[in-house]
């Protein structure tokens, strides 16, 4: 990541000092840094990579809404509620369409995890919530296995079939997931076989404005975009490698 990058180059430049490469290296991670911590910059790679916003009232109605998880904090007790972290629009604006008609069922697909503190997945988890928020609970199916895109693509598709739905052509998907992730994910559905449309949230990027602040104070924000960003490269890229897209 940029951010580990940078520091291990500070840090070895620090420590070999003395020595000419040393010499470079230091310089080399405070420009670095200096690079990726800018506004202006950050803001304007994630908001050229994140597919543009849709209005609500230029969607059509659909059968599903398929919602990735990956939005609540896992290791939270008591599981008496549902704890957010970034990312919450991926539930709130799944219930807004719903309420609006948009989608007439919710399939939340996401497992445990890698360390599960608590056997609740995080699918039940944003079951929980949508229910309290209004979704009846026989809307609602959950995928609870899924720990990365790939199955969540994967058991999605093996549940459409179970299920029946979405698949006659009066019929249609809606993949629900951050902004950034978009990409990887419908091609994970588009590789399975599954076709949905899209609809992106959780936006990070915003329309990029050239000012003072932007260009020279530094921001920590920027880091964590440049972190979603490398992220998505990569996961890109080793999933075109193993064939998942």
Request: one cysteine or more; a positive charge; charged letters at 20%.
């Amino acid at each position: 990541m940029p951010f580990n990058i940078c520091l291990i180059l500070i840090l070895l430049g620090f420590v070999f000092k003395q020595k000419s490469w040393g010499k470079i290296l230091l310089p080399t991670g405070i420009i670095l840094l200096l690079f990726f911590s800018n506004g202006y910059i950050a803001n304007w790679a994630i908001h050229k990579w994140e597919p543009k916003p849709k209005e609500l009232s230029s969607l059509p109605s659909y059968e599903l809404g398929i919602v990735l998880t990956g939005v609540t904090n896992l290791n939270m007790l008591p599981k008496d509620r549902t704890y957010f972290t970034r990312g919450a629009d991926r539930a709130t604006h799944t219930v807004q369409l719903y309420k609006m008609g948009k989608i007439k069922k919710v399939l939340i697909t996401g497992g445990l995890g890698y360390d599960p503190v608590h056997p609740l997945s995080e699918a039940e988890s944003l079951r929980d919530f949508m229910i309290w928020a209004g979704v009846k609970e026989s809307d609602i199916i959950t995928e609870t296995k899924a720990v990365n895109t790939r199955e969540n693509a994967l058991f999605s598709e093996e549940i459409i079939r179970s299920h029946k739905i979405g698949l006659e052509s009066s019929e249609k998907l809606l993949l629900i997931t951050s902004a950034f992730h978009m990409k990887r994910a419908k091609a994970c559905f588009l590789k399975v076989g599954l076709n949905p449309d899209t609809f992106p949230v959780d936006f990070y990027g915003k329309v990029p404005r050239l000012n003072f602040k932007s260009i020279v104070q530094p921001d920590v924000g920027s880091l964590v975009a440049w972190h979603k960003l490398t992220k998505e490269w990569v996961g890109l890229a080793v999933y075109s490698l193993v064939g998942y897209i």
